[in-house]
């Protein structure tokens, strides 16, 4: 295996437990707008574009103000989520020590993921962040992106680092190999197994003693 010189991380689910979150502040605001209750599998079937998407799909007739309505609450409810999981900052800082780039590609929007890196003092450690598109899914272009502004960091030498199946094919057409993170409660083990992961951990302790030894 090369050694990494380089980890692009996820956001929801891989550096914190924000989905919670994420289903709270589109319920509060899509349902005034829809009229009607908004289930938790109708919100999550929408998810691969940012927000802005899971906002078009289900109250297309007030996305302006549905999207403002989110995000509002999303910073408001940030306390469901007000730190990254246990041992996520140590790691990062120890990467950054020891010279790795670190960077992050999300499905969030722009402004959602500031929001959360801001609550977790995070802001800073991300060299490079790739954040989601109302379009659709766009985590391969991202990766792509951030290696094409990385070309000391060979493909082979870095890894992505995420909770969701569509990550690892992402990774497969990014040409880039995965860690499946399956430390967060919302994650599904077999379903990452499925897909066959180039690794994958289910502690942010195993995770880490791991990748510093990898690098």
Known sequence: ??????????????????????IAAFRKSIEPLA?????????????????EGTIQALAPDHYEQGVAGYLRLYKELHHMCAEPFEGITPLLNELLRK?????????????????????????????????????GP??????ANILQQW???????TWYVGDAPSDIIACRKAGIPIVAAAWAATADPEKLIALHPDKIFYTINDFATWILASI
């Open 1 to 22: 295996m090369h050694p990494i010189k380089a980890v692009i991380f996820d956001l929801d689910g891989t550096i914190a437990d924000t989905l919670p979150l994420c």
């Open 151 to 157: 070309p000391q960091a060979a493909p082979e030498a």
């Open 138 to 143: 766009r985590k391969a272009a991202g990766i």
């Open 99 to 135: 010279g790795v780039k670190v960077a992050m590609v999300t499905g969030k929007g722009q402004h959602s993921t500031a929001i959360s890196l801001e609550q977790f003092g995070l802001t800073g450690h991300f060299e490079l962040v790739e954040t989601g598109s109302p379009a």
């Open 35 to 51: 009229g009607r209750t908004i289930t938790d599998e109708e919100i999550i079937a929408t998810f691969g574009p940012s927000e």
